[in-house]
T-cell receptor, first 109, second 118 residues
């Protein structure tokens, strides 16, 4: 079956770095997405990886290893506003998104 | 960037009534729109996929007669929750893509509609 695994909750300190991991199993693969979702709001796009390696975009970076079915989202210089849920989603061979349950990130001062 | 407008953002209705939620792509033509439901502290659950001018494709377990989806134009899709019951209370979110079967197509989400059925 198709499955996405990511931690339920993580806690980090303001100014620090945090890495949110995601493993996936899909029928075929057409890319890995990361979305940020603040409580009570809709998700917003953060990153898309389809090739192996690290994509850096400001304070956020996303990594993909297709052979391992693994991705991570790296957040640097954490700010209080980064407190949110981070959703990992893999696109299968039918271009359907398989969503993880999300990782709730709590930032402490 | 691409913008998707969804309204109403909040709606409270009595049990047995119907509620319509609109999803509009403001600056692009959305060939495909998706409707999701999200319960508190849970992930997005895809309800249906709608393509302009054709019938929506519903996910297993989603009642098509209860959740009516219409994608009449390239910029508008509507979800109607018919005969709503308290268990239908949830956060409903639409998303749209400009199309093409490309993994690089990014979904743009509406702001979501919180439905409370009394």
């Amino acid at each position: 079956g198709q499955n996405i695994d990511q931690p339920t909750e993580m806690t980090a300190t303001e100014g620090a770095i945090v890495q949110i991991n995601c493993t996936y199993q899909t029928s075929g693969f057409n890319g890995l997405f990361w979305y940020q979702q603040h409580a009570g709001e809709a998700p917003t796009f953060l990153s898309y990886n389809v090739l192996d390696g690290l994509e850096e975009k400001g304070r956020f970076s996303s990594f993909l290893s297709r052979s391992k079915g693994y991705s991570y989202l790296l957040l640097k210089e954490l700010q209080m506003k980064d407190s949110a849920s981070y959703l990992c989603a893999a696109m299968d061979s039918n271009y359907q998104l398989i969503w993880g349950a999300g990782t709730k990130l709590i930032i402490k001062p | 960037g691409a913008v998707v407008s969804q309204h109403p953002s909040r709606v409270i209705c009595k049990s047995g009534t119907s509620v319509k939620i609109e999803c509009r792509s403001l600056d692009f033509q959305a060939t495909t729109m998706f409707w999701y439901r999200q319960f508190p502290k849970q992930s997005l659950m895809l309800m249906a996929t709608s393509n302009e001018g054709s019938k929506a494709t519903y996910e297993q377990g989603v009642e098509k007669d209860k959740f009516l989806i219409n994608h009449a134009s390239l910029t508008l899709s509507t979800l109607t929750v018919t005969s709503a019951h308290p268990e239908d209370s949830s956060f409903y979110i639409c998303s749209a893509t400009s199309g093409g079967r490309s993994g690089a197509n990014v979904l743009t989400f509406g702001a979501g509609s919180r439905l409370t059925v009394l």
